[in-house]
Structure formats: structure tokens, C-alpha cells
């Protein structure tokens, strides 16, 4: 029996010493480092990692996460595609007159509005002002003034030599068939148009019907203000029974002193110079050496380059045949200008 309960002891001391060492081998790390007076070492990501399927899966979602989101650049060219016109008007935007805009407070007439059209393709982020000559009812029988220094006009024309306030806008002349100057004019911007926006330019229409309630001095501050360039169609009303042809409305002598004029009668004449040389290029009949002095309303309040264009006279050809080739001359003179 003595035996018996010394075995029984024996086996229990046993598991007793057992049970002790298990527990010393256990120790954490932590413990052991403190044991040894040092710091355990910091967790890392790898202490939290999770089954290489869920990182995949948290990648995944992330990649998901940026396709959809635009990234930095991306939301750069974006904006980047919005330049010039396009990133101030819409297409087919009526443009008002801006009575706080420089020299519009020498307008007379100023209710109507212009129209902007923004080239699709090609963009050039050029505006070309077009302004069909004439067209403003009521507009013969308003006057405003000739300069905006209020001196009087060097040269005649419409208004005599002189007088310090000029005709608003004048009826125009008729052709030989008894067509109106103004719906020629109408014809030829709206032809020219859809040529200029083609080429990739974005075009001012100042006038886009028969009437448009903008007086000259409007007309001119409207392109001012919108258009890089402000190119005015007429048809001279000099009476001769034949066509003399096309030229542009140099400014004189006596105005090149006057601002906005001697800051700008250079380009003018420059612009003047290359839409007739871009007529002649395409056959058309140019007049003498392609300009005549003519103190205007238009040039004496105009603040980019600028030019009254003389596509012919009463006697002059207007079908759409000749009206195509008077715009392919000018969109060839525009590209020459501006470098395209």
C-alpha cells in the first residue's frame, strides 16, 4: 500500500513540474524583452496582415475607386478645352450691349444684340466680328458722334467734311437690280460664317437678321470687347455704271494723331492689306491699290484691328456664286493675317 502511494505522489510531482516548465516556455516576447531591460520591437503592417485573397480583394477596390474618379491631369485638360470664346459664351449666345464698356457711352442705339457661334473642330480661339453693313431701322435718322474727342471729320462720305456728329447707321445704297445694299450684306456675312467657322475661327455676328438695333458706334464697342478682329461688308454707293471692284477704308492722315487711333490704324491698315490680297488671290477685281481714305465711325472708335471692306459697287455681280468667292477671298486673307 506504502508503495503504492508513493508511486501516486511521485506521478503528481511529476505533472506538477511539467505544467511549470510549459509556462516558462510561453512567454511572450514582450515579456521576455522586458525581462532583459530592452523595448519589443514596433508592429509593423505585417503584424495586421489579413489572407493574401482579401489584399487582393482591397486592391481591387481601390483601383475600382480611381478609375472612376478623374485624376489631376485629366481634370486639367478638361478645363484646357475650354479656351478663348469657348470658355466664356455658349453657342448661339446672344451677346448685350455693355453700357459700362469703353466708348459706349457715345451710342445711340443699343437694345439689340449680337450672336456668337463657336467653331467644333480645329479651334483657332480667334473671333472674327462680322458685321453685315446697315440693317438698323430707324438708325438714318439718329446722329452720333463722328469722334470721341468730339473734332470733326477729316475726309467726306456719307456725312460731309466737318460735322462733328455723323448719321447712326444709313440705309445703304441699291444694287442695279433693286436689291438693298443691307440684304447683300446679310447674305455675305452669313456665307462667310459658316466658311470662317469651318476653319476652326469663332465668329461675332453683329448683325444676324434684317435688323439689329446697334447703332456703328455700338456695332464697333460690341466687337471691341468680344471679337479679336471687326471686319465691316459693304458695297460702295459711288453711282458708276460698272463694277470697280473691291478695296478696304484706309484711315487718313488727319486721324492717326487721335486715340483710339494712333494706338491702332497700323493694324487696321495691316488687316485691310491682307483681306484684299486674299480677294485678288482668289480672281476678283480689286481697286486700284486696294484702299481709299476715309474718315469712318467705325475706325475712329475701334480698339482691334478693323476694316470697312468694299466688295464692289450698285454694278457689282451678288449671286451666291460670286458671294462664295468674295468669302474664300477673305477667309484667305484672314489665315495670311493671323498666321493660319
Same mark, same amino acid.
Given at each position: 500500500?506504502?508503495?503504492l502511494?508513493?508511486?501516486?505522489?511521485?506521478?503528481?510531482?511529476?505533472?506538477?513540474?511539467?505544467?511549470?516548465?510549459g509556462?516558462?516556455?510561453?512567454?511572450?516576447?514582450? +515579456?521576455?524583452?522586458?525581462?532583459?531591460?530592452?523595448?519589443?520591437?514596433?508592429?509593423?503592417?505585417?503584424?495586421?496582415?489579413?489572407?493574401?485573397?482579401?489584399?487582393?480583394?482591397?486592391?481591387?477596390?481601390?483601383?475600382?475607386?480611381?478609375?472612376?474618379?478623374?485624376?489631376?491631369?485629366?481634370?486639367?485638360?478638361?478645363?484646357?478645352?475650354?479656351t478663348?470664346?469657348?470658355?466664356?459664351?455658349?453657342?448661339?449666345?446672344?451677346?448685350?450691349?455693355?453700357?459700362?464698356?469703353?466708348?459706349?457711352?457715345?451710342?445711340?442705339?443699343?437694345?439689340?444684340?449680337?450672336?456668337?457661334?463657336?467653331?467644333?473642330?480645329?479651334?483657332? +480661339?480667334?473671333?472674327?466680328?462680322?458685321?453685315?453693313?446697315?440693317?438698323?431701322?430707324?438708325?438714318?435718322?439718329?446722329?452720333?458722334?463722328?469722334?470721341?474727342?468730339?473734332?470733326?471729320? &477729316?475726309?467726306?462720305?456719307?456725312?460731309?467734311?466737318?460735322?462733328?456728329?455723323?448719321?447712326?447707321?444709313?440705309?445703304?445704297?441699291?444694287?442695279?437690280?433693286?436689291?438693298?445694299?443691307?440684304?447683300?450684306?446679310l447674305?455675305?456675312?452669313?456665307?462667310?460664317?459658316?466658311?470662317?467657322?469651318?476653319?476652326?475661327?469663332?465668329?461675332?455676328?453683329?448683325?444676324?437678321?434684317? +435688323?439689329?438695333?446697334?447703332?456703328?458706334?455700338?456695332?464697333?464697342?460690341?466687337?471691341?470687347?468680344?471679337?479679336?478682329?471687326? @471686319?465691316?461688308?459693304h458695297?460702295?454707293?459711288?453711282?458708276?455704271?460698272?463694277?470697280?471692284?473691291?478695296?478696304?477704308?484706309?484711315v487718313?492722315?488727319?486721324?492717326?494723331?487721335?486715340?483710339?487711333?494712333?494706338?491702332?490704324?497700323?493694324?487696321?491698315?495691316?488687316?485691310?492689306? =491682307?483681306?484684299?490680297?486674299?480677294?485678288?488671290?482668289?480672281?476678283?477685281?480689286?481697286?486700284?491699290?486696294?484702299?481709299?481714305?476715309?474718315?469712318? &465711325?467705325?475706325?475712329?472708335?475701334?480698339? @482691334?484691328?478693323?476694316?470697312?471692306?468694299?466688295?464692289?459697287?450698285?454694278?457689282s455681280?451678288?449671286?451666291? =456664286?460670286?458671294?462664295?468667292?468674295?468669302?474664300?477671298?477673305?477667309?484667305?486673307?484672314?489665315?495670311?493675317?493671323?498666321?493660319?
Amino acid at each position: 500500500m506504502k508503495n503504492l502511494f508513493f508511486r501516486f505522489s511521485c506521478a503528481v510531482l511529476l505533472c506538477y513540474c511539467l505544467t511549470g516548465c510549459g509556462t516558462i516556455q510561453h512567454k511572450s516576447s514582450t +515579456d521576455t524583452a522586458q525581462a532583459q531591460g530592452t523595448k519589443a520591437p514596433p508592429k509593423t503592417a505585417d503584424d495586421f496582415s489579413i489572407s493574401s485573397d482579401s489584399e487582393n480583394e482591397t486592391v481591387d477596390e481601390t483601383s475600382s475607386a480611381d478609375a472612376a474618379t478623374p485624376s489631376a491631369s485629366e481634370s486639367v485638360t478638361q478645363q484646357e478645352l475650354l479656351t478663348g470664346a469657348a470658355a466664356l459664351y455658349s453657342n448661339g449666345q446672344e451677346i448685350s450691349f455693355d453700357p459700362s464698356w469703353q466708348y459706349a457711352d457715345f451710342s445711340a442705339i443699343n437694345s439689340g444684340t449680337a450672336t456668337i457661334y463657336l467653331a467644333d473642330s480645329d479651334r483657332k +480661339d480667334i473671333v472674327v466680328g462680322v458685321n453685315a453693313g446697315h440693317g438698323t431701322s430707324g438708325g438714318a435718322s439718329v446722329k452720333t458722334q463722328c469722334h470721341p474727342d468730339g473734332s470733326p471729320k &477729316t475726309t467726306g462720305g456719307s456725312t460731309a467734311q466737318g460735322a462733328t456728329y455723323a448719321t447712326a447707321v444709313s440705309g445703304g445704297m441699291t444694287f442695279n437690280d433693286r436689291t438693298a445694299e443691307s440684304t447683300v450684306t446679310l447674305q455675305m456675312a452669313q456665307i462667310l460664317k459658316d466658311k470662317l467657322l469651318a476653319q476652326g475661327y469663332d465668329v461675332l455676328m453683329v448683325r444676324n437678321s434684317d +435688323d439689329v438695333q446697334l447703332d456703328n458706334v455700338a456695332r464697333t464697342v460690341v466687337c471691341n470687347n468680344v471679337a479679336d478682329c471687326h @471686319i465691316s461688308l459693304h458695297w460702295d454707293g459711288d453711282g458708276l455704271g460698272y463694277d470697280k471692284g473691291c478695296f478696304y477704308i484706309s484711315v487718313p492722315d488727319g486721324l492717326k494723331s487721335m486715340e483710339p487711333v494712333a494706338s491702332h490704324w497700323q493694324e487696321h491698315d495691316a488687316l485691310g492689306a =491682307s483681306l484684299v490680297e486674299g480677294l485678288r488671290t482668289e480672281g476678283m477685281t480689286i481697286y486700284q491699290n486696294g484702299s481709299m481714305n476715309i474718315d469712318l &465711325t467705325q475706325t475712329s472708335y475701334s480698339t @482691334i484691328p478693323s476694316v470697312d471692306m468694299e466688295l464692289g459697287n450698285a454694278s457689282s455681280d451678288h449671286s451666291d =456664286s460670286t458671294l462664295n468667292s468674295l468669302s474664300d477671298g477673305l477667309v484667305l486673307g484672314l489665315n495670311a493675317y493671323f498666321g493660319n
